[in-house]
Each structure stands twice: as structure tokens, then as C-alpha cells.
């Protein structure tokens, strides 16, 4: 199959091998502005329901501090208006790898996500925003889930599931100015460049599908989500943070 069959039917395919590697979202934003004679970029612009011939003007920009990363402008002959698509990119260069998709203080998803009282202490101990004092355990800093009491799992499987839906949509498109609508996942391997580009519902559905369980490593899967403590820094503060990573060639369907 030539390349150009892959944009007569980008849908249905849904994901090629590049010609050239991405090292960032710079050079995504570049084979966006050079759309007219770079052929991923049309491809994904037919993904994302544009007609290549009724294209008057595209220009991509980086996005700092939100889930979109970049941002494509499309102009279409005859029409006033200007389209924006919203896109999360994420590059990986492992199969097996995860990537983060949120990270905050505890305090700030009690505001988010209403968590009530004595969820919210649960997860303090478990990333050791407060120090346990139980003995015992695995690491003196911290509670894993599975070294809790089977009341306080049940307290925190039980939140997790009922407010699903909404958790997974924060940590993956966010309800902020600029939400994702699609994610754009580059597999960069010693030999190759892979992409796949899905609708942010797509993902969601993809990442959030599963129950909520936590695992044998006493952290909490949502789904495909994995909810653990940040760790690292250095020991600073910081490193105990709650944060939510995914594996993202889930998309890709094959892995």
C-alpha cells in the first residue's frame, strides 16, 4: 500500500510508519505548517474530517501548561470561520513505557473531585503527604493500597468507580480553555517512526475501559490508568504528589 493510499482512507487505517522520526511537538508543529507538501500531516488533518482540496491555510502552535500540547488552525475556502483542533502528543520510544497525564497535590483533586474527608486522608497516606504510623511496611514513608485495611481499599475502589467517568476525562482531555481532542501518539524505535492519531473519546473510552482495582504492587489501576505516588525529586517534597500514567501504544490496538 503506497502512501498515498493511507490518506484515501486515514479512518479506517488510523495509523502508519512515518518517513522521519519526531523528537518533539516542534516537529509536529512543522509538519503541520508544511501541510501542503507533507504527508502525515494531511493524513491526519483527513483524520480529523478535513478535505485536503478545500484547505486554505493551516498553522500550528505549541501549547504550554495544558493537556492540548498543540494547536492546528484551519482556514477552509469560502469560509470565514477558523477551526481548531486540540491535540495531545504523546512521544514514547518504549512499547511497555508509560507516560504521565496528570500529577497534583491531593488537596488540589479534593477540590476537582469532591473526594470526601476520609478517601482524601487515604490518599495522603498513600503518597505520603502524611506519614503513616503503622510498622511494618514496605517503605516507613508511605501506605501502599494493599497494606490498608480492607474498609479503607474498599472506601477509595469505591469513589474511583463511582466518579470514573469524570476522573478519566480530566486526566486525559481536562475541562480547561484549551481541552484535547485528539491524541497523537508518535512510537519512536531504533529502526522506525509509528503513529497513531485517535479522538479524544476514543482514548478515553480505550484508557478508561476496565474496572478499578488496585494492584499487586499496591497502587490503583482506573481501567488502563495506573494512579500511584510521584516519587523521585530528589527526596523533595514534591515527591508526593499524586500522579496518573498510561501506557500510550494502547491506541495503537496491536500492543
Known amino acids: 500500500m503506497s502512501e498515498r493510499n493511507y490518506i484515501s482512507d486515514p479512518v479506517a487505517r488510523g495509523s ?15 509538519k503541520f505548517n508544511n501541510w501542503q507538501i507533507d504527508i502525515d500531516s494531511q ?18 502552535i505549541k501549547i504550554h501548561g495544558f493537556k492540548t500540547d498543540v494547536q492546528v488552525q484551519i482556514l477552509v475556502y469560502m469560509k470565514k470561520a ?7 502528543i504523546k512521544l514514547v520510544s518504549n512499547p511497555q513505557g508509560f507516560n504521565q497525564v496528570d500529577k497534583r497535590w491531593v488537596d488540589k483533586y479534593v477540590e476537582m473531585w ?13 503518597t505520603g503527604e502524611t506519614p503513616p504510623i503503622n510498622s511494618n511496611l514496605r517503605d516507613n514513608r508511605r501506605m501502599f493500597l494493599n497494606e490498608m485495611e480492607i474498609q479503607s481499599r474498599e472506601l477509595i475502589i469505591n469513589f474511583f468507580t463511582n466518579n470514573k467517568i469524570l476522573i ?59 494512579m500511584q505516588r510521584k516519587g523521585g525529586d530528589g527526596g523533595r517534597s514534591s ?17
Open 168 to 226: 478519566v476525562s480530566d486526566v486525559l482531555k481536562g475541562r480547561d480553555k484549551f481541552p484535547a481532542g485528539w491524541v497523537l501518539v508518535a512510537l519512536n524505535t531504533e529502526d522506525k517512526t509509528s503513529w497513531v492519531l485517535k479522538s479524544i473519546n476514543y482514548a478515553m473510552n480505550v484508557f478508561g475501559n476496565g474496572p478499578v482495582l488496585i494492584t499487586r504492587q499496591g497502587s490503583l489501576k482506573i481501567g488502563q490508568i495506573t
Open 43 to 60: 493524513t491526519w488533518l483527513e483524520i480529523m474530517g478535513y478535505v485536503i482540496k478545500e484547505i486554505e491555510k493551516v498553522e500550528a
Open 82 to 88: 477558523i477551526s481548531a483542533e486540540n491535540i495531545s
Open 16 to 30: 502508519v510508519t512515518a518517513r522521519n522520526g519526531f523528537k518533539n511537538e516542534d516537529d509536529i508543529v512543522l
Open 114 to 126: 469532591d473526594i470526601p474527608s476520609n478517601v482524601s486522608s487515604l490518599l495522603k497516606l498513600f
Open 239 to 255: 515527591a508526593n504528589m499524586l500522579q496518573f500514567k498510561i501506557n500510550p501504544v494502547l491506541l495503537f490496538g496491536s500492543y
